[in-house]
């Protein structure tokens, strides 16, 4: 489906991009740089985060490396498409804590001609696929897979190893309470 570009008058179609790892990799890093590119070329960008995600900010999405942009905090997914009006571009950060109807929130905004950038873990503290970014990952039509560094054996990670003591699936944290780990160091772990 094409549509009307807000700005320019040009047609344009819309996308969903995903940008996904473990953390400490970069994806809010590169989810911001994208977003600002987006802003540089005059688009109309909103963003979006999880209200519970208060870690660095109320109101921006803030990387670990303290880069920022302002954002709209939002309980569900369904208040994004009540709040995405007038935009070229939609961004999402920490995607794995929203509800799973997010998958039919960027399709819709996607097939109104928006370009819908979401960046979220993919996998949980058990390695498990996390929340809604499965469904995310096979229906969009752009993916880009972030790596950290492992940080017991120096290789490429994946996984986000958690340290501190919980069951809960959602605990937000920093470095005091997650380190990122190849797969092998984090079957390791497990195994421990």
Excluded at 51 to 80: G, L, M, W
Excluded at 93 to 105: I, K, P, R, S, T
Excluded at 134 to 150: D, N
Aim: net charge negative; glycine share 6%; proline share 4%.
């Amino acid at each position: 489906m094409f549509l009307e570009n807000s700005r320019t008058g040009h047609r344009t179609k819309g996308w969903i991009e995903v940008i996904c790892g473990s953390m400490f990799s970069g994806k809010t890093e590169e989810l911001i740089r994208r977003l600002k590119r987006a802003q540089f070329a005059r688009q109309n960008v909103e963003i979006f985060k999880p209200e519970i995600d208060r870690r660095y900010d109320d109101n921006a999405v803030v990387s670990h490396d303290s880069n920022s942009i302002h954002s709209t905090p939002v309980p569900s997914s369904s208040n994004i498409l009540l709040l995405a009006d007038n935009v070229d571009v939609v961004g999402i950060d920490e995607a794995q804590f929203f509800d799973n109807g997010l998958v039919a929130v960027c399709n819709q905004l996607a097939s109104q001609g928006i370009r819908v950038i979401v960046a979220g873990l993919d996998m949980d503290y058990l390695g498990k696929p996390f929340g809604p970014m499965p469904h995310l990952l096979a229906t969009a039509e752009y993916v880009t897979k972030v790596h950290a560094i492992c940080m017991q054996c120096g290789e490429l990670a994946n996984h986000s190893h958690r340290f501190e003591a919980g069951e809960q699936l959602v605990m937000l944290g920093e470095k005091d309470s997650y380190e990122p780990l190849c797969r092998h160091c984090f079957n390791r772990s497990q195994k421990a």
